[in-house]
């Protein structure tokens, strides 16, 4: 093969032989032709390294690429057919062109948009259906977390016990139909506070003294709870459990099962009003963040004198309440202002199941319903509830007595007002004008919050002392 002149460059000179392509003179060919034919002829004789190389004839230097002039005069030179024989000869340009695409028809163009618009709509349609629900849990988790948030944080600015009433008149009439009933009282001291949800009447004696809230401090930790549970604080499946320090006597059947023992947050929430269960009304006031943490709650509520001050049982009386704070609680209780509906709801269910039902129950007639707590110490015996009437009246009363230790004259004495309560409630009118009373019989003020403390001004008529007597088990 003819060997060029000139030197090519360095990554010129590394590809492989078969891809230069050169042309070569008709006179160069002839000699590379009987050169070969040369070396056919010679006899096969053992490799002799002295042999002499053939020479070969030099083309004519070229110390630089042709011109272009000169490549077009290459280019109009014949091929030889001699040439096909050597490898590399044929050109790349000797290659078959490509054959042109056809244009695509209009239909199957439109038909392919089709089946890929539906196959990116078919895409689209599963990752949204995966996407959605996950979004709106999310979204209903927020939400539910934001409304359980703002009703319990929002409560301090916006709800007081001070907007639990609506304005209305003093029942005086009911007023001179309990009269009879403590006149004679020499040694127990009674608080009552009622007030008509509907119309906002209402009738209080000695309700706003205060008094050894007992196991009826229960009813506002229930709600307490529950506002945790709206701000997602508390889940009602999440296990609690029970502690030595959690352990107390008295009400409850909790105290007898072993440290350690594991119960749902909307179990011990029950059974702290169902059973009156001390224990797990001490394990409730710890997942709330114990005693001060409550009591700022019950301060940002408007409550003053209900106060927490020690856990249960507190045979002292040592935690205190008044007959119209119980009864402001359970009036926004009924009006959802502390808790959400479902979680007012729930708190109502449980209360409607309290066991004991021998004081405000039993004045109860056909069909109506109440959702109540009952507090009993030795110094003390009291109950605080909500009342549905058939005919759709509902209200909030409390009943307090202080009496001496275990005196049953007390319970009885609170089933009487109970029961004047309700005839007078239950008629088909009922009489709010002032009525003649006895001049022993407690003055009233003309609105809810500004009932006089009759026993804090005066000694109330049974001359008994505010201090409880601590021997009694709740």
């Known amino acids: 093969m003819l060997e060029p002149s000139y030197r090519p460059q360095e990554s010129q000179r590394r590809r492989p032989s078969r891809r230069r392509s050169r042309r070569v003179s008709p006179a160069s060919a002839s000699e590379v032709k009987s050169e070969q034919s040369t070396t056919r002829s010679s006899p096969a004789v053992g490799f002799n390294p002295n042999r002499a190389k053939p020479s070969r004839p030099s083309s004519p230097a070229r110390s630089m690429p042709a011109r272009p002039n000169e490549l077009s005069r290459r280019s109009q030179i014949p091929a030889d057919p001699a040439l096909d024989s050597v490898p590399g000869s044929q050109s790349r340009r000797t290659r078959k062109p490509h054959p042109k695409r056809r244009p695509t028809p209009p239909l199957m163009q439109g038909i392919r948009l089709l089946i890929l618009g539906v196959g990116i709509w078919a895409i689209a349609g599963t990752a949204l259906s995966i996407w959605e629900p996950t979004v709106r849990s999310a979204q209903a988790n927020q939400e539910n977390v934001a409304s359980g948030s703002s009703n319990a944080q929002a409560a301090p600015a916006n709800t007081s016990i001070h907007n639990a009433f609506k304005p209305g008149q ?211 015996v009291g109950d605080t509830g909500l009342i549905d009437m058939p005919s759709g009246k509902r209200y909030a009363i409390t009943a307090m007595v202080k009496r001496p230790h275990n005196d049953d004259r007390a319970q009885e004495l609170i089933r009487q007002i109970a029961a004047t309560v309700y005839d007078y409630l239950d008629q088909p009118t009922a009489q709010t004008a002032a009525a003649p009373i006895s001049s022993t019989a407690p003055a009233e003020a003309t609105t809810p919050e500004s009932a006089p403390d009759a026993l804090n001004a005066a000694p109330s008529e049974g001359g008994v002392p505010a201090s409880p007597s601590p021997t009694a088990q709740e």
């Open 170 to 380: 003093e029942m005086t009439t009911l007023a001179a139909r309990i009269q009879p009933l403590t006149k004679d009282l020499t040694d127990l001291a009674p608080g009552v506070f009622l007030a008509d949800l509907d119309s906002g009447n209402y009738y209080s004696l000695n309700g706003t003294t205060t008094f050894a809230a007992a196991s009826m401090i229960k009813v506002p930790l229930l709600i307490a709870f529950f506002q945790d549970v709206d701000a997602g604080k508390i889940r009602l499946d999440e296990m609690l459990t029970m502690q030595q320090n959690d352990i107390a006597t008295g009400s409850g059947d909790m105290q007898y099962l072993p440290v350690g023992s594991e119960f749902t947050a909307l179990e011990t929430a029950t059974n702290m009003i169902v059973i009156s269960d001390n224990t797990a009304t001490n394990m409730i006031l710890r997942r709330l963040g114990g005693i001060e943490a409550v009591n700022q709650r019950f301060k940002e509520w408007g409550l003053e004198q209900t106060t927490v001050r020690n856990v249960l049982p507190d045979l002292e009386g040592t935690n205190t309440t008044s007959p119209k704070e119980l009864a402001a609680v359970m009036s926004l209780l009924s009006q959802g202002e502390l808790l959400s509906m479902k979680s007012r709801d729930r708190a109502i269910a449980i209360m409607q199941g309290t066991l004991t039902d021998t004081l405000l129950p039993t004045s109860l007639g056909a069909g109506a319903t109440i959702a109540h707590k009952t507090g009993d110490i030795g110094s003390l």
